[in-house]
């Protein structure tokens, strides 16, 4: 692949995560005009541009329209777990604009009970930015917890700022940056998974090819013979598969 088309690939696709954060960031919704103009330097013919506006819609973004209820795609057991921690947060105390901003003041200050304060008042935010997440391969529940975990630790780096109107969007970020975080490691998990199961399916494969041939169980030397794969291959493929590979003599691995 040309330098050019990589780079070309990669400013889109950094071009696509820029238009989906942002609509996140806004509620889950955007428009077609905006869509047209993030991507207007990619020159983008009427099918390129349907489908992103498909893929933002998949990703349960309204565009041109309000966002999806959240609630429409929630498993019974996330609308519980959603139910009871929506209710364990009732116990906090509502505040006014004029106390939240002094919160905010001293938490910048580096008043460490203000910055505990300012984490906990958005805490009812969480569920919100979470639903902007869901259906991605992660748990409301774990997306939750990893929000409620980034909102607290980024109320400690609240001095780093220098105006109380900062402050929320600083935490919010903080919590969309931690579930996005958390969605690409179960992509990275799930494709590490995907990789060993096509591993243990080539080789399976291949041994049995050859135990048709011989009639019985091939040793791994053969197989490595017969395909040229190293040793470690087929051995690490008989492991992951947790010994289940019938066509293969693994007594000497039990030995």
């Not at 013919?45 to 959240?70: C, F, M, N, R, W």
């Not at 402050?167 to 919590?175: D, H, I, N, P």
Request: hydrophobic share 35%.
């Amino acid at each position: 692949m040309a330098a050019d088309q990589r780079d070309r690939e990669k400013a889109f696709g950094e071009a696509l995560a820029k238009l989906t954060r942002e609509a996140r960031e806004r509620g889950g919704t955007t428009t077609t005009a905006r869509v047209r103009e993030v991507f207007q330097e990619f020159s983008l013919d009427e099918k390129q541009t349907a489908d992103i506006l498909k893929y933002l819609q998949e990703s349960h973004i309204g565009v041109d329209e309000e966002a999806p209820e959240a609630e429409t795609y929630l498993s019974d057991t996330e609308k519980d777990y959603l139910g009871e921690y929506l209710e364990s947060l009732k116990s906090l105390p509502e505040i006014s604009e004029e106390e939240r901003r002094k919160t905010y003041e001293r938490a910048l200050a580096g008043d460490r009970e203000a910055q505990s304060a300012a984490a906990q008042g958005l805490l009812r935010t969480v569920p919100d930015i979470a639903r902007l997440y869901l259906q991605q391969g992660v748990s409301l529940e774990d997306l939750i917890g990893e929000g409620n975990v980034a909102l607290m630790h980024a109320s400690l780096l609240l001095g780093a700022l220098e105006e109380p109107d900062e402050v929320e969007k600083a935490l919010t970020g903080a919590v969309m940056n931690a579930m996005e975080a958390c969605i690409s490691e179960n992509l990275q998990e799930d494709a590490r998974g995907q990789r060993a199961v096509n591993r243990v399916n080539e080789v399976a494969d291949r041994a049995r090819e050859l135990y048709e041939d011989l009639r019985r169980p091939v040793t791994i030397e053969e197989l490595m013979n017969e395909t040229g794969w190293t040793r470690d291959k087929i051995v690490e493929a008989v492991k992951l598969s947790g010994f289940a590979i019938e066509e293969i003599d693994t007594s000497s691995l039990k030995d």
